[in-house]
């Protein structure tokens, strides 16, 4: 009698999301109800944004006037966000097709952790929404709502280098990975704040008709439009059963993109690209892609460093 033989299981591609939060995954952005509401008000907000549009102050320093002008409590300040956000019609099926799938996903966001994870979890309920990681900048805020601070994840113009924070968690992927497989990346972003995370993925997907696709258009960068997560669901089948088909799960994924791999935080100026450089039409763009290059911000000394200048 022969012995069972036991049929392979199929090796299935690791699938990795990464996703911005205000205007993808919800409609409006929550720091922006903060401000309007409990905070420094809509106008002012607005002369706040076109500072970092002009490049003539860092996203982080008009960052933290904005979240220091709030004097709420926490939780007086989520009951109007939560009359006011309007999630994705289709965001909550296509988690479920997530997790039902093994697919990690993740929110990337410049936001506060504190603020999307209360709304996640008011949004899908704390079981559902626990399955996602919110990669973003902490804050400590005070009991009666006198100080917002945020608690930045990088020392950088931005706060947190999306790019970096891709990068870590591909790094992990790879490093959970069979030799023989590559993880693919998914990044799903609307605006120029999403530029530094959409660079690295390797598929792309933009909310059509807002400026990260506008953008993509501008510098024919290959991207997927979308106007739901239900669109989005349709095409990461697609390309998973296109990757199986003709790789079975083993070495590059068929939609692997090189580039992401080779792009690198420039450090200076003589570095960049002369072409990216010209090509790119405005300085908010240049800095969400080399911050440390088009902009003034310069990370604060340490203890250590400003002792030492003080005794040279």
Not at 43 to 68: C, H, P, T, Y
Not at 191 to 201: F, K, M
Not at 292 to 305: G, L, N, R, V
Request: contains cysteine; charged residues 30%; glycine residues 6%.
């Amino acid at each position: 009698m022969k012995p069972a033989e036991h049929t392979p299981v199929p090796q299935k591609r690791k699938i990795i999301i990464f996703s911005d939060f205000d205007g993808t995954i919800f409609m409006q952005d929550t720091g922006h109800i903060l401000f309007d509401n409990y905070g420094c008000g809509e106008e002012a907000r607005n002369k706040l944004d076109e500072q970092i549009k002009s490049g003539e102050r860092s996203f982080r320093e008009v960052s933290e006037e904005m979240w220091g002008s709030l004097h709420v409590p926490f939780d007086d300040g989520f009951v109007v966000m939560e009359k006011t956000l309007e999630i994705d019609p289709g965001f909550r099926e296509f988690h479920q097709y997530c997790i039902k799938n093994g697919f990690p996903f993740n929110v990337i966001s410049a936001g506060l952790k504190p603020v999307l994870r209360r709304v996640l979890d008011t949004f899908l309920g704390e079981k559902e929404a626990a399955a996602i990681d919110i990669v973003a900048n902490d804050a400590i805020i005070k009991p009666d709502g006198s100080s917002w601070k945020p608690i930045w994840r990088h020392d950088t113009e931005l706060g947190h280098d999306k790019a970096l924070s891709v990068n870590e968690a591909r790094a992990k992927a790879q490093s959970e990975c069979r030799p023989d497989e590559i993880p693919l990346i998914i990044f799903i972003g609307d605006g120029v704040s999403d530029l530094a995370a959409a660079r690295e993925a390797d598929v792309l997907f933009a909310r059509r008709g807002l400026r990260l696709e506008e953008y993509c258009q501008e510098h024919k960068i290959a991207y997927i439009p979308f106007d739901s997560f239900l669109d989005i669901k349709r095409e990461i089948e697609n390309i998973s059963r296109e990757d199986q088909s003709k790789t079975g799960g083993v070495g590059k994924p068929v939609r692997y993109n090189p580039r992401a791999n080779m792009w690198r935080r420039i450090s200076s100026k003589e570095a960049v690209p002369t072409l990216m450089a010209v090509a790119t039409p405005s300085k908010e763009e240049k800095m969400f892609l080399w911050p440390e290059t088009f902009s003034d911000y310069k990370p604060q000394a340490t203890i250590q460093e400003r002792d030492e200048t003080a005794t040279a």
